[in-house]
């Protein structure tokens, strides 16, 4: 399908791969659109072997959680028809991807021990770096300096983080969740009470009243060039509306 997203994360017993650590949860949210479609991924999985004291201190699931649940050979096929033909993106991708080829290799699945070869990968981390360099780019990170509430994130937590990645990503890319051109139609169709409005075209008069100059307060300039400062300190450089200011002088 075009324009369809998988945002993907996994949890897992412990790093690096090579030390045959293994999967043990995967979360994925659709984005069909550059919208949230409310289809999902998500299993806990047995990995038949224990979890890293370490590791079960990031995401708090412990080895006795994880006893009967299913192994990974057994939610394979579920996973792969997911995922196929998507753009995956990925909060450090190197690190998912390695491990789920990982774990179709270890099934024997050659053919799909490189996801690459199925999916497009997109890597949010990369693209974070690239936007803010020297900065600290973990998702926590983010979410601060986009405003994306992690509120209810102690842990982390594959669904979770992916849920909370995709609204990272939306915004760190510019787009918008709730506005659509069919209209605010709650069932998704734009069949609802509006539908189509904001789709249409209307010529405006051309003779139409001026709209009013409201000037800022004293004590809005202030707290206007206090916020450009504390942007500026953040940003390691001046404020884009400072440095329109300066250009025109």
């Known amino acids: 399908m075009a324009n369809r997203s ?28 550059r919208r949230l479609t409310g289809r999902h991924f998500h299993v806990y999985l047995q990995p038949d072997r224990e979890s890293d004291e370490g590791a079960i201190g990031v995401h708090g699931i412990t080895n006795e959680f994880l006893v009967g649940k299913p192994r990974f050979a057994e939610v394979a096929d579920e996973f ?11 909060h450090n991708a190197a690190f ?27 890597d949010t981390l990369m693209m974070a770096r690239e936007r803010h360099p020297g ?13 994306v509430d992690n ?15 995709a609204d990272v990503y939306l915004t760190m890319t510019g787009g918008q969740t709730s506005l659509s051109l069919a209209g605010n139609a709650s069932d998704g169709n734009g069949s609802g009470e509006g539908a189509g409005r904001a789709s249409e075209i209307r010529r405006l008069p051309a003779e139409r009243p001026r709209g009013r100059i409201i ?14 400062e504390i942007i500026a300190k953040s940003a390691g450089a001046p404020a884009l509306w400072t440095q329109l200011l300066e250009n025109q002088h």
């Open 80 to 90: 792969f028809d997911f995922i196929k033909g998507a753009q995956l993106i990925i």
């Open 151 to 165: 509120s209810g994130r102690e842990l982390h937590g594959a669904l979770l983080d992916s849920e909370i990645l």
């Open 135 to 147: 900065q600290r780019n973990s998702l926590d990170a983010l979410c601060k300096r986009y405003g």
């Open 6 to 33: 998988v945002v993907l994360d996994t949890e897992t017993t412990g790093m690096p791969v090579t030390d045959g650590h293994r999967i043990i949860e995967i979360g994925c949210v659709e984005l069909i659109g």
């Open 215 to 228: 000037r800022a307060s004293e004590a809005e300039l202030a707290e206007h060039q206090t916020r450009l």
């Open 96 to 122: 998912d991807v390695g491990f789920i080829n990982n774990e179709f290799a270890l099934m024997g699945q050659h053919e799909r021990a490189d996801i690459t070869q199925h999916c497009t990968i997109l």
